[in-house]
């Protein structure tokens, strides 16, 4: 199985200043079809899982672009260039290159 | 606007057995591979299962620890997708999540339906 490491697993952050989440996979998270199938979550409290990010770095409709991601193989990050009262919540990574798998979600709360 | 509407969750004994439902709007769920994830009372997500499109075959996949025991099937007529709970543990309390995958990642998600299981 895959397993997806992320940190911090608390993140507290200043309003208006960046936050930064890692995850990393134990195996290479590139499928065969050449895609790389890493996506992050966020889950605001009380709320269901809302997907950010897919394919590593592609935004979803409506998601601020003060929210982006990177990487590759099987090192990853989530970056909020400024944070807003709003950012508050639990991200998630998750593979879906080797069935699924999530990320044991960072807790991001304002300092 | 899309939706997913999970309902079903209740109160089970362990061994016990249980259906929930999820009906999906505003897109076209025929088309599209859907998947159960669940999340035990403050914890994280897990992936449970997966079926996919009648296009793409209807099979379905499901996490070890609930393979054997949970079953998903989906009924394009009514937009409307099941999971199938049998032999239910203490450990499977939790939040049952209906989503529409896309890109490898879940798009869509709806509100929740809890199950309890519980003597």
């Known amino acids: 199985d895959v397993v997806m490491t992320q940190s911090p697993l608390s993140l507290p952050v200043t309003l208006g200043q960046p936050a930064s989440i890692s995850c990393r996979s134990s195996?290479?998270?590139?499928?065969?079809?050449?895609?790389?199938?890493l996506t992050w979550y966020q889950q605001r409290p009380g709320q269901s899982p809302r997907r950010l990010i897919y394919k590593v770095s592609n935004r979803d409709s409506g998601v601020p672009d003060r929210f982006s991601g990177s990487g590759s193989g099987t090192d990853f990050t989530l970056k909020i260039s400024r944070v807003e009262a709003e950012d508050v919540g639990v991200y998630y990574c998750?593979?879906?290159?080797?069935?699924?798998?999530f990320g044991q979600g960072t807790k991001l709360e304002i300092k | 606007e899309v939706q997913l509407m999970e309902s079903g969750g209740r109160l089970v004994k362990p061994g016990g057995s249980l259906r929930v439902s999820c009906a999906a709007s505003?897109?076209?769920?025929?088309?599209?591979?859907m998947s159960w994830v669940r999340q035990a009372p403050g914890k994280g997500l897990e992936w449970v299962g997966r079926?996919?499109?009648?296009?793409?075959?209807?099979?379905?996949d499901f996490a070890a620890p609930v393979k054997g025991r949970f079953s998903i099937s989906r009924d394009d007529s009514k937009n409307t997708l099941y999971l199938e709970m049998n032999s239910l543990k203490i450990e499977d309390t939790a939040v049952y999540y209906c989503?529409?995958?896309?890109?490898?990642?879940?798009?869509?998600w709806g509100q929740g339906t809890l199950v309890t299981v519980s003597s």
């Open positions: 195996q290479s998270l590139v499928y065969i079809d050449g895609n790389t199938y």
């Open positions: 998750m593979q879906g290159t080797h069935w699924y798998t």
């Open positions: 505003g897109f076209i769920f025929s088309n599209v591979w």
């Open positions: 079926i996919k499109s009648k296009t793409d075959g209807e099979t379905t």
């Open positions: 989503t529409a995958d896309s890109d490898g990642g879940y798009v869509y």
